[in-house]
């Protein structure tokens, strides 16, 4: 399996203070509490800011922004990519008249601060004024600023969105209307394409898989399974952190076997970072491993060190040739592949948000637990979606709610508000993540721990759904009769 350094976690703001304090310290940042999504800099000023009450509200439309932020593009690729898309999504659909990119250079390695193998936002300027703009009278903003007292401001312009908050729906939308959007707009060296990619690997994947007995690359099923530190802790002794946790294997399974419009994929490809210990492994990648490569199944396990030993990298934005070079190529297999299951992390939302050969697309939708990626968001236009939800029309969507995954609820209910009857995408995941992270406590004493969870977990509880650009409906009972007829919601549940 590849040996990627994969993007550190951040940390999740908890029911339990001393561990926010500690991953505070950790990792110098955090973010859980929904909706509320730290953006200024300390050393914003003052003319585009306005005070009202304990709040700021910040003034987009014909200002101009520099984004200041400080990621290691190698080691964090994930939430840089995030970050730094989600910041330019919503300040040039805001109106922004120029967004100053950051320097792709950190010293004092001289390593990429911005996400490898992205070139064109290296110290790039987009806008409709990117060319007259002084960059000395732009506001400052940092999409991951944590407040020198530790509080996340709740800025009302990003309350739903913004660039710490940005959802998969508003990415890809920004993404295929870009030609569009910038036509009117000063041209190269400004406003260059955003999602342009240059991993420096060859040759192609599909003439590489052709070597490996694979006739169409479209066959082929590329599943990325995370491990290392997401994973230990949810194996840890004691109480465990479901912050990042990844979902059972029988989603993986599931979208095997019925993945390709109801019938099992011919071929999967598992990628995959090094787990260095026990408490460090995913017991679906072993699992998915040991049954695919029989001969007892249709569909059949791809060998990825002989496939990606034929790959090679050579010098471009994304280093020089052998830099970083397992994490290269599965960049680049994840921004060729045409189908993509996926667990929880920023890294396959960044594969995504780049992937122009995408055509059919596997998540858990519910309970998702990115650490400072609420489960659902708003869009600009005011639908709710889970975060990682799209629906674009070339791509088919499935989306997988994990009902009953260690005793989450997905029913339709949850999201409904008792004290104001108001909806909420993010009701009901608080509580679970409390719920279960007190009851892992004693899961050893009980004589279980997370990977049988893993293992155990029924396919026939999991509800699927292809996403549309229709509103969700539930239409069979009384109890669920606020989803009858909303036109702004469309997060798939279990109608009871």
């Not at 840089?80 to 250079?105: D, E």
């Not at 995504?352 to 519910?366: D, E, M, V």
């Not at 989306?399 to 005793?407: A, C, E, I, N």
Request: proline fraction near 4%; charge should be negative; include cysteine.
């Amino acid at each position: 399996m590849s040996r990627n350094s994969l993007n550190k976690p951040h940390a999740l703001v908890t029911f339990l203070f001393a561990i926010l304090s500690l991953f505070i310290v950790f990792n110098g940042s955090s973010n859980i509490h929904i909706n509320h999504i730290r953006l200024l800099n300390a050393s914003t000023t003052t003319a585009a800011i306005t005070e009202t009450g304990d709040s700021n509200e910040l003034k987009i439309k014909d200002e101009c922004f520099i984004i200041d932020i400080n990621i290691r593009g190698e080691r964090q690729w994930g939430n840089s990519m995030y970050y730094y898309m989600s910041a330019l999504t919503y300040l040039l659909q805001k109106g922004a008249s120029a967004v100053f990119m950051p320097n792709g250079r950190v010293e004092p390695h001289n390593s990429l601060g911005n996400p490898i193998g992205v070139p064109n936002l290296d110290n790039n300027v987009y806008g409709p004024k990117a060319n007259t703009v002084n960059k000395s009278d732009c506001e400052i903003v940092n999409p991951k600023y944590l407040g020198d007292d530790g509080y996340y401001g709740v800025y009302k312009e990003f309350k739903n969105g913004g660039p710490n908050g940005s959802n998969m729906q508003d990415l890809m939308e920004f993404r295929e209307k870009w030609n569009d959007i910038k036509k009117d707009w000063p041209s190269e060296p400004f406003n260059l394409n955003l999602f342009e990619t240059d991993f420096g690997v060859e040759p192609s994947i599909e003439k590489v898989v052709n070597t490996i007995g694979v006739d169409d690359w479209k066959d082929v099923l590329v599943i990325h399974i995370r491990q290392g530190d997401v994973m230990a802790r949810a194996n840890k002794s004691g109480p465990k952190l479901f912050i990042h946790s990844q979902p059972p294997c029988a989603f993986y399974e599931d979208v095997i076997e019925t993945g390709l419009d109801g019938q099992p994929f011919p071929y999967v490809l598992i990628v995959t970072n090094e787990a260095t210990s026990l408490i460090h492994q995913n017991a679906c990648n072993n699992y998915l491993n040991d049954k695919y490569s029989t001969r007892d199944n249709f569909t059949k396990l791809l060998d990825y060190d002989m496939l990606v030993d034929r790959l090679h990298t050579v010098s471009s934005h994304a280093g020089h040739a052998g830099y970083n070079d397992g994490m290269r190529k599965d960049l680049y297999i994840l921004t060729q592949a045409v189908n993509v299951a996926e667990g929880h992390s920023t890294f396959t939302m960044g594969t995504t948000l780049l992937n122009y050969n995408l055509k059919r697309h596997f998540y858990p939708s519910t309970p998702a637990t990115i650490n400072s990626v609420p489960q659902a968001k708003v869009t600009l236009n005011g639908h709710w979606v889970n975060t990682r939800q799209f629906h674009i029309p070339t791509i088919q969507q499935t989306t997988y709610v994990l009902h009953d995954w260690l005793g989450y609820n997905g029913s339709c209910n949850v999201y409904k508000n008792t004290s104001t009857s108001e909806l909420d995408g993010n009701l009901g995941f608080d509580t679970w993540l409390e719920t279960v992270t007190k009851e892992s406590e004693a899961w050893e004493e009980n004589g279980t721990n997370f990977t049988q969870k893993l293992l155990n977990y029924k396919r026939s509880s999991m509800v699927k759904h292809k996403t549309s650009d229709k509103p969700f409906r539930c239409d069979n009972t009384d109890a669920v009769s606020h989803f009858k007829d909303n036109s702004h919601w469309f997060i798939p549940c279990k109608c009871d």
